[in-house]
């Protein structure tokens, strides 16, 4: 496995691989590129993984910009690769290696060798690192504010080959109390249900069902990339969309997580906690509560999908959670993410996101 993050600068690349790091336990070799200030000069170090001490000059700025000292990366980099650890770091590539011939040499090796390569590309992939981003055994995961919060998550699905998770978007319902068309409704100048599709880590989930009747919605998730279900029940049963939902999955989800569409202040924080309690605890139904009251999402194991799908007209997913409460693992959020708009009056709380 060889992953590279890219992404604008100060984006959090190398704070999302600190927090995987951290997370996993895994002591790394390769090396770490670390700016520092001397003076009125901006300097950038290579230093060793496994020995962060031993750090080397490798390039200065000046008014111009950021200039290489000849022969820094071929003298220090490839020393730093061969001291291998549980996993390979090259924290960053960029255009300033170009003309390091040996240091280029010992980091296109690395994609070679079996183990696994986390590092990361100067966005836009400049000279010799688009030879890099373009390797067969490379993928690239760009980062972005949207989806920072969920990056170390996704590092871990891939390195420690996590089980697949998928979600459900339930956005069936008549919403009579509001007066219809709830999910287009404006929230801070966003259609409601895109503010859920905003936040959604999408690349944690193999797929996101999103069970609708309403034909601007259905078309609204295939624009976002993801998968419509349409519903044409006209009974507002919650049960078959539950069903519905299951049934447009991956077969192999060790997990479903259920959304609702009027949770217009969810953070994708509260979303990649809840899967990351959930690959902790598999066989659990993790949901958030707040002083004492439960709602959503609930990510249910793939051992109760039987037992969603035998709802009976009407039920819900809480039946579920009534019939296994030794199963529930709670997650304490702050008030406005499980605040629900049933009512026009709803959206005029002034939540700040």
């Not at 997370?23 to 993984?49: K, M, Q, S, V």
């Not at 296109?108 to 100067?122: H, N, Q, Y």
């Amino acid at each position: 496995m060889k992953v590279f993050l890219t992404g604008e600068r100060q984006i959090g690349k190398s704070t999302a691989i600190d927090r995987f790091l951290q997370e996993t336990g895994l002591h790394p070799g390769g090396f770490r590129t670390r700016f520092h200030w001397e003076g009125d000069r901006r300097c950038l170090y290579l230093c060793p993984a496994a020995a962060p001490q031993d750090r080397t000059l490798v390039a200065r700025g000046d008014s111009s910009g950021m200039h290489t000292i000849p022969g820094a990366f071929d003298s220090a980099g490839p020393g730093a690769l061969v001291q291998r650890g549980e996993i390979t770091l090259l924290d960053e590539l960029g255009f300033l290696e170009a003309e390091a011939r040996h240091f280029r040499a010992a980091v296109l090796s690395c994609l070679e060798a079996e183990d696994p390569v986390l590092g990361v590309l100067r966005q836009g992939f400049p000279g010799w690192t688009g030879e890099v981003a373009r390797h067969r055994a490379v993928e690239t995961l760009t980062v972005t504010k949207e989806n920072r919060d969920a990056v170390p998550l996704l590092l871990r699905q891939r390195f420690e080959r996590l089980p697949p998770l998928s979600a459900v978007v339930m956005a069936s319902g008549h919403a009579r109390r509001f007066g219809g068309d709830k999910l287009r409704a404006l929230v801070e100048g966003v259609p409601m249900l895109q503010r859920l599709f905003q936040v959604l880590p999408r690349p944690l989930f193999r797929t996101v069902a999103v069970v609708a009747r309403d034909p601007v919605l259905l078309d609204l998730a295939a624009a976002w990339g993801l998968t419509p279900v349409p519903n044409d029940d006209q009974t507002n049963d919650t049960a078959i969309t539950i069903r519905l939902g299951l049934s447009a999955i991956s077969p192999d989800s060790a997990g479903c997580m259920f959304f609702v569409g009027d949770q217009p202040w969810l953070t994708q924080a509260t979303i990649v906690d809840l899967c990351r309690r959930f690959y902790a605890h598999p066989e659990r139904i993790c949901l958030p509560v707040c002083q004492g009251r439960r709602g959503n999402p609930v990510l249910f194991p793939q051992s109760l999908f039987a037992e969603l799908k035998k709802l009976p007209p009407h039920g819900q997913g809480r039946v579920v959670i009534r019939n296994h409460p030794r199963s529930v693992l709670e997650r304490e959020t702050e008030a406005r993410e499980l605040h629900d708009v049933d009512h026009v009056s709803d959206l005029k709380i002034s939540w700040k996101s």
